[in-house]
């Protein structure tokens, strides 16, 4: 680290170590940057911990297809690693009529076209494979390759990465973005570049950059190996997700490696608790019983709930801040930030060193904000 | 004292009635369940709380022994 | 779709079943339930050899038989709000509303980790206890009784009835300290009775002061132990091992309706005022989760609690006796507190987290329950974190972290079932 006028100096300050954050500072490090990330809670505490994490290529917006399917290449330098928990399971979306299934070909054309294998597999395909599943349903479409991780796991692996090669922690909040840098809780500053990687909490040091919280709620069972072998959605799960709707849930579930049974997901704007809502995860367990119902018998041990940041376009922002030279973001991702979270770094991380990025990164440009005021 | 049959593990077992699975058990000497990592467990805390005698019983997983007490035709199935 | 009772006692120990008696008493329609599949409580709990202690059977032949009573066993809560519970028993999901609630959640044993105490063989001493009166076959098994305070005296007396080959009682207090109590007993006349009584029944089994289990040996189940006592080190062979090392508080309930908590050194207990409310409108709390205070203690502050929730004032002398025993529970507190190498018994590779297997070399760093959780799945698994979590504030390290709903494992058709009696209303 150098000195500039007493104060500690590095090349790039990223604010908040959620999976995000640490994937700037393991990349940046690597890179030869000096790094130093604040964080004042757990690592990977927030909407990190709060997620699936399920590594998955969302096929109906092309920007976010192509950052999806960039940063799952990047995962795959991290599938031997235990406390990330990578495990190949892949991902089942399950056509429950005609109408579903018939979307499938198309669906399968553009994953294809950016090199994601999948196929289409009929009724008796399905229950072969998912033997568990409610009768009736018409089948459904299965993308191999897929993956389901242990995201605060990963936000750890890749914080101690950097700190490995000489990033600093500070385990404290960044009151203020000053002319020079960061200003930190105990009035100590900082002086490089900013980073800010906060999530829901972007406004408090960005507030020009609109962001919303969208609730979740989550439950994990106790360990029933064998159930369930797939991330199985419903293929009109992306409705639920990208819908403007007030509250809406849909059939997500997903075998962890210990066995147990992770089932979501509940999507909620402006409840601003972390409560867990029990009508909510009613709505969310009626949704998934018909699906499958099996899970009726098994217990749940935990529920917990996560804020989403959503972004005025549901795309992330991804680079520098309009009208702020040294301030840059990584922030808004939704639901699909630990999918995403390694190919956003790359794409944030190559402007900042002038590079070229790998896919293009003008849909993710922070700049257009201005226009959506 | 009445008598009730259970199996476990598939075994044939005659217990009095009244006790628990976990007693039940305890009788023939099974470890109840084992550990993420592999270790023999038995119940713990006798009350509940611990979840060390989770079992199958009738084909539902998971169930506390020290809770249940033992039915005519009962099955239970341990780890081993 | 969901009963609405005047009066909802959660717990059928003495606490509960005194609760239950004094409301019906004054005429009210009142729903009791527990978790065990019979009345009675831990202290009371039913033998399925022996039957319910005297006093309790008199007691709760009352209770079970009365008409506005409904006794709900193998019952548990799952979810609560200001005015309703959700619970779940064997077969179902229920709602139920109430105009009072007594919680009435007893307390668990302290259970400290040490190395081997994973091993089947090796349970709480209460646990033993509890487990030998549900059948747990103890004829002819060497059993050694360990930890700490007159729970051990009792565990002893139920394990010999059971026919075990007692082969000692183990207390970490010193001699001195418990002679110092036993001086004192005079001033509580029923305690020394029950002392003395107890001390007959064991007649012939050593009881050893300043003694602590280190560690427990076997393979796949138990069969030496370790004492470190004042004169060395002692290896015993046995097939049990009872080891507890006192009581905390079950406030998780009381937690998760928000009720207001105070600290006995590492553990909390619920707050309440002269007629057991706690801070929540409408609910009242009383025995052990009030503090560890006894069987009397409970027993005197369910009546309490079920006079006040029913609204009929509380005689002066009732609360005398409160006050009496409550001193009698801050003796045995001062006089069987641990000794701090208990603390320290745990090696780095001695499991804390029983659930998940984790260590306690892996906890290494962390200061709060949530990272360690995160990071090393201590504390997510069956048990909520009532064991480690528990364990985890007595050795020092850190605090629990709140309870949730569910407030046990509870199956998922309970949880996405039952429609909550106000979710016309938008509370629940």
């Known amino acids: 680290m150098g000195h500039w006028l007493g104060v500690k100096s590095y090349d790039l300050i990223i604010v908040g170590a959620g999976i995000i954050g640490t994937a700037c500072a393991d990349y940046a490090s690597r890179e030869g940057l000096r790094v130093a990330i604040i964080e004042p809670g757990p690592i990977g505490g927030g909407a990190t911990a709060a997620a699936m994490g399920h590594l998955v290529a969302m096929d109906d917006d092309p920007a976010e297809l192509a950052l999806a399917n960039y940063s799952l290449a990047l995962w795959e330098d991290f599938t031997g690693i235990e406390q990330i928990e990578y495990s190949r399971c892949g991902t089942l979306w399950v056509a429950s009529n005609e109408a579903e299934y018939a979307h499938i070909p198309a669906k399968i054309a553009r994953l294809a076209a950016v090199g994601v294998q999948a196929e289409r597999i009929d009724s008796d395909q399905l229950y072969r494979l998912e033997p568990a599943l409610q009768r009736g349903l018409t089948g459904g479409m299965r993308v191999p390759r897929e993956a389901v991780v242990y995201p605060p796991g990963m936000a750890r692996h890749l914080l101690n990465r950097a700190c490995a090669r000489g990033a600093a922690l500070y385990p404290q909040r960044a009151t203020a973005i000053t002319s020079h840098g960061v200003q930190l809780e105990d009035r100590t500053g900082l002086a490089g570049s900013v980073l800010v990687a906060t999530g829901c909490a972007l406004p408090q040091l960005l507030p020009q950059l609109p962001m919303r919280s969208r609730k979740g709620h989550l439950v994990i069972t106790d360990r029933y190996p064998g159930v369930i072998h797939h991330q199985l959605l419903e293929l009109g799960y992306a409705d639920s997700a990208h819908g403007d709707a007030d509250s809406s849930v849909a059939f997500n579930v997903q075998p962890r490696p210990t066995g147990q049974i992770l089932i979501g997901s509940s999507r909620e704007y402006g409840s601003d608790t972390s409560e867990v809502s029990m009508s909510m995860v009613r709505r969310m367990l009626e949704r998934s019983f018909r699906y499958l119902p099996a899970l009726r018998q098994l217990n749940a041990l935990r529920i917990w709930t996560g804020f989403r940041p959503v972004s005025v376009d549901g795309l992330p922002y991804l680079g520098r801040v309009p009208e702020r030279p040294n301030v840059w973001v990584a922030a808004g991702h939704e639901g699909l930030g630990i999918t995403t979270s390694l190919g956003s770094a790359r794409l944030v991380i190559d402007q900042w060193l002038g590079r070229t990025t790998a896919i293009n990164a003008r849909p993710y440009d922070p700049a257009r904000v201005a226009t959506w005021a | 004292m009445n008598q009730v049959r259970i199996a476990i593990n598939g075994q044939a077992l005659d217990v009095p009635a009244g006790i628990s699975v976990a007693a039940a058990i305890a009788r023939l000497q099974w470890p109840f369940r084992r550990s993420p990592r592999g270790q023999a467990r038995a119940a713990f805390c006798g009350m509940g709380v611990c979840f060390e005698c989770r079992v199958r019983i009738d084909g539902i997983a998971q169930q506390r022994a020290c809770m249940v007490p033992v039915r005519e035709g009962m099955q239970v199935m341990t780890d081993e | ?428």
């Open chain 3, 1 to 428: 779709m969901s009963e609405h009772y005047d009066i909802v006692i959660v717990g059928a120990g003495p606490a509960g079943m005194a609760a239950a008696e004094a409301a019906l008493a004054r005429g009210a329609r009142v729903a009791w339930l527990d978790a065990q599949a019979t009345a009675g409580g831990q202290v009371w709990r039913k033998d399925a050899k022996y039957g319910w202690p005297h006093r309790a059977e008199h007691m709760l032949a009352h209770l079970l038989n009365h008409p506005n009573a409904m006794w709900m066993p193998q019952t548990q809560v799952i979810a609560a709000e200001p005015n309703a519970l959700l619970l779940q028993n064997e077969r179902q999901a229920l709602s139920i509303t109430y105009s009072a609630l007594i919680l009435a959640t007893g307390a668990r044993e302290l259970l400290l980790p040490f190395p081997g105490w994973t091993l089947p063989g090796v349970t709480g001493a209460g646990g033993l206890q509890a487990l030998a009166k549900q059948g747990w076959p103890l004829g002819g098994r060497r059993v050694v009784i360990a930890g700490s305070g007159p729970l051990l005296l009792a565990a002893a007396a139920t394990a010999k009835r059971h026919g075990a080959h007692v082969l000692g009682i183990y207390e970490q207090a010193s001699k001195a300290a418990v002679h110092g109590f036993a001086r004192k007993l005079w001033r509580w006349p029923g305690k020394a009775l029950q002392a003395a009584a107890l001390r007959c029944q064991l007649a012939g089994i050593a009881y050893r002061y300043g003694s602590i289990v280190a560690r427990a040996v076997g393979s796949d189940a138990l069969q030496l132990i370790e004492v470190e006592g004042p004169h060395g080190i002692e290896r015993i062979e046995c097939e049990q091992l009872a080891v507890g090392y006192g009581l905390v508080p079950n406030v998780e309930l009381a937690q998760m309706l928000g009720c207001a908590m105070k600290q006995e050194a590492a553990h909390p207990y619920v707050s309440v005022d002269d007629s057991q409310r706690t801070s929540i409108a409408n609910v009242y709390a009383a025995g052990e989760l009030c503090g560890i205070g006894g069987r009397d203690c409970a027993w005197l502050e369910g009546r309490i609690a079920g006079l006040a929730a029913t609204g009929a004032g509380i005689e002066a002398p009732l609360l005398w006796q409160r006050r009496h025993v409550r001193n009698f529970a801050a003796a045995l507190r001062e006089h069987f507190k641990l000794d701090p190498g208990i603390h320290a018994l745990a090696d780095p590779d001695t499991l804390i987290c029983r659930c998940e297997d984790v260590p306690l070399q892996a906890l290494q760093g962390f200061d709060d329950a949530r990272s360690a959780k995160l990071a090393t799945r201590c504390g997510m698994g069956a048990c909520q974190g009532r064991i480690c979590g528990t364990a985890l504030a007595e050795l020092g390290r850190f605090p629990r972290s709140g309870q949730r709903p569910p407030l046990f494992p509870a199956r998922l058709s309970t949880l996405g079932d039952v429609p909550s009696p106000s979710d016309t209303e938008g509370l629940f």
